[in-house]
T-cell receptor, first 107, second 116 residues
Framework: GQNIDQPTEMTATEGAIVQINCTYQTSGFNGLFWYQQHAGEAPTFLSY????GLEEKGRFSSFLSRSKGYSYLLLKELQMKDSASYLCAVKDNDMRFGAGTRLTVKP | DVKVTQSSRYLVKRTGEKVFLECVQDMDHENMFWYRQDPGLGLRLIYF???????EKGDIPEGYSVSREKKERFSLILESASTNQTSMYLC???????????????FGPGTRLTVT
């Protein structure tokens, strides 16, 4: 079957670091995406990994291990505005999304 | 900036009505998608289109149809709305994904549809 699993909710403190994990089992693989979605808004693109390793983009980094079917999104120097849902999505023939991780950043 | 717009933010319809959701993108993207988003289930693909007049079923096409007469416009049609189609509907677009290329999707703001 096709599964994309990520934790439902996470809480972290402003200024801290948080890691959101995503594991996947899909029939094919053409890349993994992370999207951010604030409540009531559209998802917006954060990162894309197609090769193993770490991609860094400012305060956000994303890691991929294709052999393990595993990715994580790392958020550093957390800010209150980072409170949002984070969606992991895998492209095989279609784009398949996980249910999302709702991150709450507390002061 | 890529812009994807949807015809309504909120819509209330009655069971059995025919419902049209419109999506327009202004970046000349080949691919367009319709998803529904429900709590705990994430985004599920209903239909997508990779060219004018072309359409492909996604994971949950039952009860829906689509139309793409122009490149910039992709319509989702609920032939006879039912209460289990109450959901948030998101439209997205992306550049054509050729072999070895995958592009991110740009999403519209969503339409929250309530069927009573």
């Amino acid at each position: 079957g096709q599964n994309i699993d990520q934790p439902t909710e996470m809480t972290a403190t402003e200024g801290a670091i948080v890691q959101i994990n995503c594991t996947y089992q899909t029939s094919g693989f053409n890349g993994l995406f992370w999207y951010q979605q604030h409540a009531g808004e559209a998802p917006t693109f954060l990162s894309y990994n197609v090769l193993d390793g770490l991609e860094e983009k400012g305060r956000f980094s994303s890691f991929l291990s294709r052999s393990k079917g595993y990715s994580y999104l790392l958020l550093k120097e957390l800010q209150m505005k980072d409170s949002a849902s984070y969606l992991c999505a895998v492209k095989d023939n279609d784009m398949r999304f996980g249910a999302g991780t709702r991150l709450t950043v507390k002061p | 900036d890529v812009k994807v717009t949807q015809s309504s933010r909120y819509l209330v319809k009655r069971t059995g009505e025919k419902v049209f959701l419109e999506c327009v993108q202004d970046m000349d993207h080949e691919n367009m998608f319709w998803y529904r988003q429900d709590p705990g289930l994430g985004l599920r693909l209903i239909y997508f289109s990779y060219d004018v007049k072309m359409k492909e079923k996604g994971d949950i096409p039952e009860g829906y149809s689509v139309s793409r007469e122009k490149k910039e416009r992709f319509s989702l049609i609920l032939e006879s709305a039912s209460t289990n189609q109450t959901s948030m509907y998101l439209c997205a677009s992306s550049l054509w994904q050729g072999v070895g290329f995958t592009y991110e999707q740009y999403f519209g703001p969503g339409t929250r549809l309530t069927v009573t």
